[in-house]
């Protein structure tokens, strides 16, 4: 019987919540619902077994300065974030009222190999590969801590081997990098590797409603607790996920064409 779970099945892009938020509310809330239902009589059948809750940095809001800790409070501003706070909240009720036995987990912006294209750093590498432009929201001045997804998993692992149920723990690996610097990275590593269009250049687009100018999530209390930190370098890690979609060119052509070729959530 299973030892464990890991609730990573969510809808995530901030762009189509803004257009469609109903989407959110049944995935992340409802969702999160039912599964918490069913691990309740589960785990009171199974001892032992523990549920990891991920989440998102985007819950704790705008931070300006600074770096969010585990036990700030909750200022989510679009609605994909707030249905992650929301379903943050369901699960620490049932924690609370049941003993449910859950974990959650707060993690910055993931990227690497087969991330959907509706995201930014996959869909810029399209864009490079398919000589188009390169849609920047507002000025590019919005920061992300940007984590590689084999890091992330790795966190994951640890938090379920040895985190304390009830617990957070933040995720990050706490380099912070405007959408600016991302394009300029995978232009540089774009250059080495194919030959550039004439139409692969910057674009600046209109902002989206909400758009938080910067998440920083302080993972200290992971990296104490647990030993874990992330090992893989931004560069490395770009250039390996550009290499994954440039050897398998056939993944974008599995998909809508349109949440390729277009920013979703823009009407």
Known sequence: KPKGIFNLAAE?????SIDAP???????????????????????????????????????GDVLKGRSKEDDQYKPSSPYAA????????????????????????????????????????????NILNNKTLPIYGKGKNSREWIYVSDHCDALLRIFKKGKIGNFYNIGSNLNLNNLMIVKKLLSIGTKKVKLG??????????????DLRYAINSNKL????????????NNGLEKTFDWYINNSEYFSKLNKKDITSRLGKK
């Open 12 to 16: 995530t892009h901030v762009d189509r």
């Open 22 to 60: 109903k989407d959110f509310i049944k995935s992340n809330i409802l969702g999160v619902f039912n599964l918490l239902e069913a691990f309740k009589i589960y785990s009171k059948n199974n001892h032992n077994v523990r549920l990891i809750h991920v989440s998102t940095d985007e819950v704790y």
């Open 83 to 126: 249905s992650k706070a929301s379903s943050d909240h369901l699960v620490q009720s049932y924690i609370k009222t049941y003993k449910t036995p859950v974990i959650i987990t707060n993690c910055s912006n993931n990227y690497g190999p087969k991330q959907h294209p509706e995201k930014l750093i996959p869909k810029l590498i399209y």
């Open 198 to 211: 004439k139409n692969v250049k910057i674009k600046f687009v209109k902002d989206r409603p909400g758009h």
């Open 223 to 234: 990296r104490k607790e647990l030993k874990w930190k992330p090992k893989t370098k931004i």
